[in-house]
């Protein structure tokens, strides 16, 4: 038997789904032959960035019936494996009950994270069960500082501990990655550890996770947030639940009585604009809106329209693409205020319409506030109203109606983006304004996190650090963050003890702080990806997920895919969705498939329509 070993750097969902896909395509090795999977990840397999040690109040982001790690319909979705497990839902969280009390985990439930670190473990344990026997897993709990190129093909991957381990091929599954500390860091932390001695309470936070390093920030103290999406909610929960406050009631009566342990937490960021709640899904798990205008052939029509009259496929986003995507917004607003069908053929928005949903994307435009109080009355208003839109659903709210659409039309979004779709220059603009955008309107928390956010601020507990345009200055003298907003009646400020940076960072591989990433940019064995003289992020890679060296040369043994290549890809961090097709499967099959018929090159001149499946026997991790 001929062995060939295979070397998949994280272990985490994308690095699960490689072993999924070496197990779905195994018929595809040559005879004679079979892989040595060796995976390093110092967690546990398949969970990634959703350990199963952190904090049961922390919640997917995502309705859980729409969660799975087995595509092909043949094992359990994330809530049915939950249902299967006996969990049930109660106030106080989710518990395995097997039945008694509570209520069944259902179509609508956000699950904690940790379970989905469970279920991703799970799922690992399943594909290597069913792994034929020529295929054997090795997990290395380690993490890879290098890899360099051998001089007669293949790598060598330098473990963190100091192991060596040669490898015929390399897939490099990473996951979410982190910014090497920035000039605004060093000032920041800096100043926390000069002044300390004018304020015991002085922090600085430049990522909240793991989430446990929050422990820092004193109780009574005040922390500014900088953030309002789905990191700074993991913040606020942390920072208030998981300090023993307790939420009780619900909907609009939901009151958050406080423990007493808890700081004075005042959130803030550029536009201080509130991420909006999903709306109760009423499409069922696998529904979706159908596109009749932003779909992935009118993108590519674009782009021949563009080479006819530009010599160039790139488009401009707002110009060429963006009036397509609030059409089709427009389009989903109509049919959920009508309640019934409209015909498609000559569809033009009103202009109502067309306010409405301008309205949504940019709800700033035209306005002033006197000082912070109004600017916080706004702010209160926008997620009440927001909340009173998701409560009506995704199909009967004509508001969560055009917002779902972004959701829906993923596809098109990666037509128009991927590869250098966009000019340079839209490109940018895309990443500063366009996608933080549909992150905001689209992408925002459960209906829950929302309601718990006004309950917090009628207590006392949340508030906002300033409004639009704030920024962070450094009281030296009292050794205190000031956060100061400039209003119509003059300047306000905020003082805070610490601060906390809540947002994901942008995977650029020439800030990255992972020494792994630092050593391949070295050796030239990747380099960043660039659309022109605009570096949106990630490493280049060809279409199969092959990443390209400094020199322009392809890798032809080795695959990136997932967060590490979000730039040249668009929207690498979401799951596979239940019971549909997924991007996420389809990069590992098109990198695995890739792989085979390297293999196959070597080995075996037969065409690969002429070789048979084999047979599979399951074994067990050594």
Known sequence: MTAHRIAVVGAGPRGL????????LAGLLPAGHGLEVHLIDPGEPGQGSHPDGQPAHLLTNTVASQVTMVTDGRGPSFTEWAAELGYREFDTGFHPTGGDGGRPVGEHSYLPRKLLGHYLSWVFDRTVRALPERIRVVHHRDSARDIEARPGGGYTVHLTKGHRLPSDYVFLTTGHCHRAPTDEDRAYAE?????????PWLVYCPSPYPVRRLGEIAPGSTVAVQGFGLTAHDVVSELTAGRGGRFEGSGA?????????EPSIRLFSRQCLPFAARGINQKGITGQHRARFFTPEAVRLLKERAVRLHNDPRLDFEAEVLPLLVREMAYAYRTARQGAAVPPEGFEPSPAELAAVESVLDPLRGREFADQKAF??????????DLAEAERGNLTSPVKAATDVIRDTRASLREAVEFSGLTPRSHQEFNRIHNPTMNRVSFGPPLLRNRQLLALIRAGVVGLAGGPGCTVVLDREAGRFV?????????EVLAADALVIARLDAFHPERDSSPLIGNLLGRGLVRPYANGPFKPGGLEIDERGRPVTAAGETLTTAWAIGYPVEGPRFYTHALPRHAMASQFTRDAETAVRDLFTHIHQRTDP?????????ERTAVSVP
């Open 606 to 614: 037969t065409p690969e329509a002429e070789r048979g499946d084999t």
């Open 376 to 385: 916080t009355e706004f702010f209160v208003q926008q997620v009440v109203e």
């Open 483 to 491: 956060v100061r907003t400039p209003y119509a009646r003059g300047p």
């Open 253 to 261: 009566d939901l009151v958050y009585r406080p423990s007493g342990r």
């Open 17 to 24: 789904s490689v072993l999924q896909q070496i197990d779905e």
């Open 191 to 199: 100043f926390a550890a000069e002044h300390a001695d004018r304020n």
